[in-house]
């Protein structure tokens, strides 16, 4: 079964760029660990059932996954936001999350990539794959000008996401809420160890803006 691996928030911050669009994961030779928050009901169906489903899931609402532990607990408040008390930790086969790199279009035009606005909507209209960089945050929440991955998923791409490609679910909301009290402590903080996710397509890592320094 797999687990997270957890490391020192001090130890690690050091390693990560500043700046730049990067994935920040933690991943092994065949998974990579995405982040979702959602309900407690939700939570305990998907670790239950080692897939997303039942209560408060729907297959036509676009669904979002994340790399980034520390933009999760921005975003969700340490899992303590109404809704978002159960932190998701999937480890998704890297097969299928190199698959959704692939297929992925920006949410917003980008003038240097797409031809015209027109070309733009086009292939967002014909993607199941919807592709955002947010700022990634610090565990105080400050917005950094590093920016983290996004990935959207709606249709068949998010029912295969949901019942085919994970292989393991963990709520590992009590862990981000015990971890909250350091947040303002980071010397303290315990997080899981994640590192740069390599995309060794370069033509790919352009177009998903990859900064330079990705491996």
């Known amino acids: 079964m797999k687990h997270l691996r957890l490391r020192p928030y001090i130890d690690q911050v050091e390693s990560w760029p500043e700046r730049g669009r990067v994935i920040l994961a933690q991943y092994d030779e065949e998974t990579i660990v995405v982040y979702q928050a959602t309900s407690h009901s939700a939570g305990r169906y998907a670790?239950?059932?080692?897939?997303?489903?039942?209560?408060?899931?729907?297959?036509?609402?676009?669904?979002?996954?994340?790399?980034s532990f520390l933009w999760m607990m921005h975003r969700s408040g340490w899992g303590t936001r109404p809704g978002q008390t159960a932190v998701l930790a999937i480890w998704l086969r890297r097969?299928?999350?190199?698959?959704?790199?692939?297929q992925a279009?920006?949410?917003?035009?980008?003038?240097?990539?797409?031809?015209?606005?027109?070309a733009w909507q086009a292939a967002l209209e014909d993607s199941e794959v919807r592709?955002?960089?947010?700022?990634?945050?610090?565990?105080?929440?400050m917005k950094l000008r590093r920016r983290t991955i996004h990935l959207g998923l709606r249709g068949e791409t998010l029912r295969?996401?949901?019942?085919?490609?994970?292989?393991?679910?963990?709520?590992?909301?009590?862990?981000?809420?015990?971890?909250?009290?350091?947040?303002?402590?980071?010397?303290?903080?315990?997080?899981?160890?994640?590192?740069?996710?390599?995309?060794?397509?370069?033509?790919?890592?352009?177009?998903?803006?990859?900064?330079?320094?990705?491996?």
């Open 160 to 215: 295969r996401f949901a019942s085919e490609w994970i292989v393991h679910i963990e709520d590992i909301g009590d862990l981000a809420r015990q971890q909250a009290e350091y947040a303002h402590e980071p010397e303290f903080l315990l997080i899981p160890a994640e590192r740069l996710y390599p995309v060794r397509d370069r033509a790919l890592a352009r177009r998903l803006q990859l900064d330079r320094s990705v491996p």
């Open 47 to 67: 670790v239950r059932h080692g897939r997303l489903g039942g209560p408060g899931f729907s297959p036509e609402r676009m669904s979002w996954i994340k790399t």
């Open 95 to 102: 097969e299928a999350f190199d698959s959704l790199l692939a």
């Open 131 to 141: 592709l955002q960089w947010d700022p990634d945050h610090d565990p105080r929440g």
């Open 105 to 118: 279009v920006h949410a917003q035009f980008v003038p240097e990539l797409y031809e015209s606005k027109a």
